[in-house]
């Protein structure tokens, strides 16, 4: 999936949960919102704090970041579900955090409930940086059609071996990803291979 895909793809499923989302649809839509939120934090650090212009930025980069959390929230559930896994697996780091800043703000930084909770945060936010590199399944699941495939089931027992000696008596029809040289099938709208489009 392209960048521009990626980003109509999520913006258009804006409060959608449902479903999966390649790492490509969701790696491309973070550097979206990072390239979108990036002009707003060097100005805000280039301007004088008491000026008005500085609140206007920050009151517009506020209004840019909440016009994205339900979008990044939803092809999270949507990028965990693609690996088999549950959306509320987003949902530890934000509570860790929660607990920390709370605690740190009536009790204080320093005291141990405060540390145990930042470590949670940290503990967890890592987990989930794992969970959403990791590859697509190649089957369908029960959030949905593979990201991979677009639904064709690809069994390996079921594939013919070849011993030595033996000849190959027809060549296949399908035609091939001239990036990877991964077989496609001619409903294939991305490879499974590299996620070019093959349109």
């Not at 339900?70 to 607990?99: C, E, M, Y």
Request: hydrophobic share 45%; proline share 3%; glycine share 8%.
């Amino acid at each position: 999936m392209s960048f521009n895909q990626s980003v109509i793809v999520c913006l258009s499923k804006y409060i959608n949960v449902n479903g999966r989302a390649s790492r490509s649809e969701f790696w491309w839509f973070q550097l979206f919102v990072v390239l979108a939120q990036l002009p707003f934090g060097i100005l805000l650090n280039l301007l004088d704090v008491s000026s008005v212009i500085y609140v206007i930025i920050n009151v517009l980069s506020y209004i840019l970041a909440g016009f994205f959390f339900l979008p990044n929230v939803t092809v999270t559930s949507r990028r965990l579900h693609d690996i088999n896994k549950s959306g509320w697996w987003q949902i530890a780091p934000w509570g860790f955090g929660a607990i920390y800043y709370s605690v740190a703000l009536t009790i204080g930084e320093n005291h141990i409930i405060a540390l145990i909770t930042l470590l949670g945060a940290g503990i967890s936010a890592l987990v989930l940086l794992f969970l959403l590199t990791r590859r697509s399944e190649v089957n369908d699941n029960k959030y949905g059609v593979s990201s991979i495939n677009n639904g064709i089931h690809l069994d390996i027992n079921q594939t013919e071996v070849m011993t030595a000696g033996q000849e190959i008596t027809h060549q296949s029809d399908k035609p091939v990803c001239t990036r990877c040289k991964t077989p496609l099938n001619l409903d294939f709208i991305y490879c499974p291979g590299c996620g070019v489009d093959v349109r």
